[in-house]
Antibody, heavy 122, light 106 residues
Framework: QVQVVQSGAEVKKPGASVKVSCKAS????????INWVRQAPGQRLEWVGW????????KYSEKFQGRVTITRDTSASTVYMEMSSLRSEDTALYYC???????????????WGQGTLVTVSS | DIQMTQSPSTLSASVGDRVTITCRAS??????LAWYQQKPGKAPKLLIY???SLESGVPSRFSGSGSGTEFTLTISSLQPDDFATYYC????????FGQGTKVEIK
């Protein structure tokens, strides 16, 4: 079955970087995009960025532009999200999701990972 | 950015009730809206896409309607498994989510 499985929880100090992985299985990896969505405590879901797993093209939320990098390893069917210059406000659950492309020019998300808790604390 | 506003924020209901959640967009998004269900400690689950298309495997008691700026998610007969938080998401050239509606036991 289609699934995406994420790496485990991380604790980082302010100013550090974190890299979270997302391994896909059960479908043709290169045929879909992987999006990252985060959920800070008590906050709504927030889109972070996506990567087209086929051609590697990426797009990031303006809010995180310059601090987030999404990459993929097609041989391992795995996507990585790296966020730098972490601050306490980045403490959140980070989800990877499979994106379904629509004629609107964007994605909805049909399969979600289990989430990776990133805690930023001194 | 397009803002998504859900109402109510919390809804108390009983098993068997008909439940309706509203999602309003700050500008027209045509039909580009999805609904998700999230239970505590779990990832969101897709219920509806393209405003009214039911995702495969989702019970038929869930339905979506609307276009433009106003959308609704309806649960025709609330079941014990349906107590959760529901989010709308627009995906019209970008993506933002509503703040969520918690459906709790009355």
């Amino acid at each position: 079955q289609v699934q995406v499985v994420q790496s485990g929880a991380e604790v980082k100090k302010p100013g550090a970087s974190v890299k979270v992985s997302c391994k896909a299985s059960g479908y043709t990896f290169s045929g879909y995009a992987i999006n990252w969505v985060r959920q800070a405590p008590g906050q709504r879901l927030e889109w972070v960025g996506w990567i087209n797993a086929g051609d590697g093209k990426t797009k990031y939320s303006e809010k995180f532009q310059g601090r987030v990098t999404i990459t993929r390893d097609t041989s391992a069917s795995t996507v990585y999200m790296e966020m730098s210059s972490l601050r306490s406000e980045d403490t959140a659950l980070y989800y990877c999701t499979r994106g379904i492309w629509e004629r609107s020019g964007w994605y909805y998300f049909d399969c979600w990972g289990q989430g990776t808790l990133v805690t930023v604390s001194s | 950015d397009i803002q998504m506003t859900q109402s109510p924020s919390t809804l108390s209901a009983s098993v068997g009730d008909r439940v309706t959640i509203t999602c309003r967009a700050s500008q027209s998004i045509s039909i580009w809206l999805a609904w998700y269900q999230q239970k505590p400690g779990k990832a969101p689950k897709l219920l509806i896409y393209r405003a009214s298309s039911l995702e495969s495997g989702v019970p038929s008691r869930f339905s979506g309607s609307g276009s433009g700026t106003e959308f609704t998610l309806t649960i025709s007969s609330l079941q014990p498994d349906d107590f959760a938080t529901y989010y709308c998401q627009h995906y019209n050239t970008y993506s933002t989510f509503g703040q969520g509606t918690k459906v709790e036991i009355k």
